[in-house]
Nanobody, 122 residues
Framework: QVQLVESGGGSVQTGASLRLSCAAS????????MGWFRQAPGQVREGVAV????????SYADSVKGRFTISRDIAKNTVYLQMNGLMPEDTAVYYC???????????????WGQGTQVTVSS
């Protein structure tokens, strides 16, 4: 089993940048496909970005493509989400997840962090 802890969220203005971190413990992240999801109050949890086990492949939701970048640092056992050009519609709790299948489906991930809040004001 792997434990995941997100950090780096905060309250920022439109156009700002944030880098979210997902620190893993218990097992190395190179054992898993890693994904970032987000959920606003009353909304479904949606996939934002996915990275392959080694990190050679990445995919992004259309809503964040060109603005967000997912990456791994295996030495630090950490996955990141660099978020640029933030907009109010990006406001949500962001979750890190680990699974065995390269997918945007939340039901395909077995391990989840507690979430970190991102709030973007206009």
């Amino acid at each position: 089993q792997v434990q995941l802890v997100e950090s780096g969220g905060g309250s920022v203005q439109t156009g700002a940048s944030l880098r979210l971190s997902c620190a893993a413990s218990g097992r190395t992240i190179n054992s898993y496909v890693m994904g970032w999801f987000r959920q606003a109050p009353g909304q479904v949890r949606e996939g934002v970005a996915v990275i392959s086990r080694i990190g050679g492949g990445t995919s992004y939701a259309d809503s964040v493509k060109g603005r967000f970048t997912i990456s791994r640092d295996i030495a630090k056992n950490t996955v990141y989400l660099q978020m640029n050009g933030l907009m109010p519609e990006d406001t949500a709790v962001y979750y890190c997840a680990a699974g065995a299948v390269y997918s945007f489906g939340r039901d395909r991930y077995d391990y989840w962090g507690q979430g970190t809040q991102v709030t973007v004001s206009s």
